[in-house]
C-alpha cells in the first residue's frame, strides 16, 4: 500500500482538480438505504485520497476521520478542508488493510474509489472491528458511462490502444469491483447522472489515474495532446456534457 500511496502522490494535483464528486443523489440513497443519519456521524472514510468524499460527508454533518496511504494526497485534503466549515477533520497516514482506530469507534465505514485497492476480506474486517453495532459498510465508485455516448465510448477505445495498463469499459472484462462478495450487503443501486466540465479539468482527471502515472511524463503528454484535439473536434466550446453513474453498495 506505501507503493500505491507513492502512486498516486505522484498526481496529487491533477487528482485534486480533474477528480469528479458525487451527485446529491448518492448521499440521499446512502441514508435512505442504511438508515444512518450523516449529520453527526462519526465516519470513517479509507482511501481518502485528496477529500472528495471527506468534504461531501463533512458538508453534510459528519465527523470525519480520513485514512490515506499517500502524503501528498492527505496533504491536499488537509488543506482542502482547514478553510471550510464544520467540524476538524482527522487525517490518517496509514493503510485500509490496518486501521489505527479503536474497535466499535464509528457509525460509518466508506470507501470511496478506493476498495478495489485493498485486500478483500482484511479491509472489510477492520471497517467491521471498528463499526459499532448496527453501523454501516459503503463502497461506490464514480464511472463515466461509455456505452450512452460514442464520444466517450472512442476515448477509452484510444486509451485501450495506448496505454498498457489501462483499465476502464474499453476492456471487455471490466465490471465494477466485486465488493458485493465481500460482507452482507443490503442493497445495489446504480446512480445516473451528467457532468459538466471543461476539457482542460477532463484532461487533468485523466492524468490522475494509476494507469496514467505509470507512463513517463512525455508519454503521458503525448497521448493527453491527441485527446485534447479529439475532444475539441467534439466540443469545440470546450465543455463536456459526461454521462456518468455511481455504483453504491451499502451493508450493515
Known amino acids: 500500500m506505501k507503493d500505491l500511496g507513492r502512486v498516486f502522490d505522484r498526481v496529487a494535483d491533477a487528482y485534486d482538480a480533474g477528480r469528479p464528486g458525487y451527485p446529491d443523489e448518492l448521499y440521499r440513497a446512502l441514508v435512505e438505504v442504511s438508515g444512518q443519519d450523516l449529520d453527526g456521524a462519526t465516519t470513517v472514510d479509507v482511501g481518502a485520497g485528496t477529500g472528495?468524499?471527506?468534504?461531501?460527508?463533512?458538508?453534510?454533518?459528519?465527523?470525519?476521520v480520513a485514512i490515506d496511504?499517500?502524503?501528498?494526497?492527505?496533504?491536499?485534503?488537509?488543506?482542502?478542508?482547514?478553510?471550510?466549515?464544520?467540524?476538524?477533520?482527522?487525517?490518517?497516514?496509514?493503510?485500509?488493510?490496518?486501521?489505527?482506530l479503536a474497535d466499535g469507534v464509528a457509525d460509518l465505514v466508506t470507501f470511496a474509489q478506493s476498495w478495489h485497492w485493498l485486500d478483500p476480506v482484511a479491509s472489510i474486517a477492520e471497517a467491521r472491528r471498528v463499526l459499532r453495532p448496527g453501523g454501516t459498510i459503503a463502497g461506490c465508485w464514480n464511472f463515466a458511462h461509455a456505452a450512452q455516448a460514442e464520444w466517450l465510448a472512442a476515448y477509452e477505445a484510444r486509451?485501450?490502444?495506448?496505454?498498457?495498463?489501462?483499465?476502464?469499459?474499453?476492456?471487455?472484462?471490466?465490471?465494477?469491483?466485486?465488493?458485493?462478495?465481500?460482507?452482507?450487503?443490503?442493497?445495489?443501486?446504480?446512480?445516473?447522472?451528467?457532468r459538466?466540465?471543461?476539457?482542460?479539468?477532463?484532461?487533468?482527471?485523466?492524468?490522475?489515474?494509476?494507469?496514467?502515472?505509470?507512463?513517463?511524463?512525455?508519454?503521458?503528454?503525448e497521448l493527453v495532446e491527441r485527446q485534447r484535439a479529439e475532444l475539441?473536434?467534439?466540443?469545440?466550446?470546450?465543455?463536456?456534457?459526461?454521462?456518468?453513474?455511481?455504483?453504491?453498495?451499502?451493508?450493515?
Open 196 to 221: 459538466l466540465v471543461g476539457i482542460e479539468d477532463f484532461l487533468l482527471g485523466l492524468r490522475s489515474h494509476s494507469y496514467m502515472a505509470a507512463l513517463s511524463p512525455r508519454r503521458a503528454d
Open 232 to 252: 475539441r473536434e467534439v466540443f469545440p466550446e470546450g465543455v463536456l456534457s459526461v454521462p456518468m453513474r455511481v455504483y453504491l453498495a451499502v451493508g450493515r
Open 52 to 64: 472528495i468524499m471527506t468534504r461531501a460527508l463533512r458538508a453534510r454533518g459528519a465527523q470525519v
Open 69 to 100: 496511504p499517500g502524503a501528498e494526497m492527505l496533504a491536499r485534503l488537509v488543506s482542502r478542508t482547514s478553510g471550510e466549515e464544520g467540524a476538524p477533520v482527522t487525517a490518517l497516514l496509514a493503510d485500509g488493510n490496518t486501521l489505527p
Open 159 to 194: 486509451l485501450a490502444e495506448e496505454v498498457p495498463a489501462y483499465w476502464g469499459p474499453a476492456v471487455e472484462r471490466w465490471s465494477a469491483p466485486p465488493i458485493v462478495s465481500a460482507f452482507e450487503v443490503i442493497e445495489e443501486r446504480w446512480i445516473p447522472w451528467t
